[in-house]
């Protein structure tokens, strides 16, 4: 007999497209499928739609705080050997779950698979696809990847194993703590190809302002635990402050490109609230925060020029001398947003001539990526904690990311090549 595979939706509102998604559930070629329907009373005719169906769904309609609870209501009623999702803008492809089962029982040492994903508008025209690549934990942290939902699939008993129905979960962001838990606990499988259509348009969840705050604050409440003493990064406050700027520069740039100015100021608010809870964390002696690249600029500066600037030169930029030459050289060189290369004209045109850059409150701040070396000092940590856990697949598996990334190691496998920095996945249109 086929294993029996959950699939579960929750929905408001979704009549323009829940029949199209509906319609790729149900006629999967893996017949034995319980298909979980999660309705928050929705009034713009979902239901009627969902009604329709008749029992070929498993039916609940009643209101909900948010999208984040009517995620936790549909995935604990899922009864399946293994689980997947489709929401009312998207599609499963046909043989999506028949390959997903097949994956699974070749590997059964997996918690969850995760593969690419066909890009759509709400009318489900295609409009470009993304290629994901491999899972790891601080590429999803630092949110230089993003699996989808659509097109990722979990073994119950590996979401048993991570407490889905015997611990306490976070209410706010269900979805980011189901892949932090599984990924510090079990093994994520990349498996190449796309599983689902994914509904990228300015109505989506992700442009939600409600449920995208409520969002935001889950998963800083959540990294602030992964990173505390006793937590699976145990008290390591670079990856902290790491991973919720790379959450800023990523929530904060999806609204622009949306135009949802105010949601992308709501944000960064609440990650810098974040950040503020702890004390300053330094990269390479230099603070990481929103002026991290200036700063690091003003530190050339003052070991190619500040270090020999003659006394004279000082006296006349108004500099004090002493051991207070320095971080007023530097702080000058910043209030300037200064970018150069730290060479005499540059530097002393600027602390003679420019003047303090004035800064909009509304503008966005933020410093850079991280590059190769800093992601394989990163992937270090997360082997390290990998093997403090006895996980030592996961920890090699990270070994391995590190390799790749300070160019240690140049894998054959083009996906594996990929430059992550800039998404490791390509959209095209």
Known sequence: MLPLV???????????????????????THSNIEFIVQDAASTDGTLEILKSYG?????????????????WRGLVRCTGIFVGSCLADEELLPDAVERA?????????????????????????????????????VDYLTVAYSPYFVSSFFRQSALREIGLRTEGWGALSIEFELWCRLATRSRVKYVPG???KYASHPGQLSNTSRDV???????????????????????????????????????????????????AQDEYKIMMEALAEHPPVLLDGIPYDADYEYRSAARVAWNLTGKKLP????????????????????????????????????????????KPTPRDAAELHFPPAPDHNLKARLYVEMARCYEAKGLLPQALESWRFAAIASGIYVPEDQNLRADRQHGWADAKS
């Open 6 to 28: 959950s699939i579960f939706m929750f929905v408001r509102n979704g009549a323009p497209s829940i029949r199209r998604a509906v319609d790729s559930v149900l006629n999967q």
């Open 55 to 71: 029992d070929r769904i498993k039916l609940i309609s009643e209101p909900d705080a948010g999208a984040h609870e009517g995620l």
């Open 101 to 137: 089962v097949r994956v699974f029982q070749d590997n059964p040492d997996i918690g969850a698979i995760t593969g690419d994903a066909v890009i759509t508008d709400i009318e489900g025209n295609t409009t470009g696809s993304w290629t994901s690549g491999p899972f790891n934990l």
């Open 194 to 196: 796309a599983f689902g």
């Open 213 to 263: 705050l409520i969002h935001v604050r889950g998963r800083m409440s959540y990294i602030s635990r992964l990173c505390a003493p006793g937590g699976f990064f145990d008290d390591r406050p670079l990856l902290r402050t790491l991973f919720i700027w790379g959450h800023a520069r990523a929530f904060c740039n999806h609204a622009m490109i949306f135009d949802r100015v105010e949601m």
């Open 311 to 354: 006394r004279v030169f000082g006296y006349f930029l108004g500099l004090p001398a002493g051991e207070a030459t320095q971080p007023e050289f530097e702080r000058r060189l910043v209030e300037r947003r200064y970018l150069g290369n730290g060479h005499w004209p540059t530097v002393l045109k600027c602390l003679s001539l420019a």
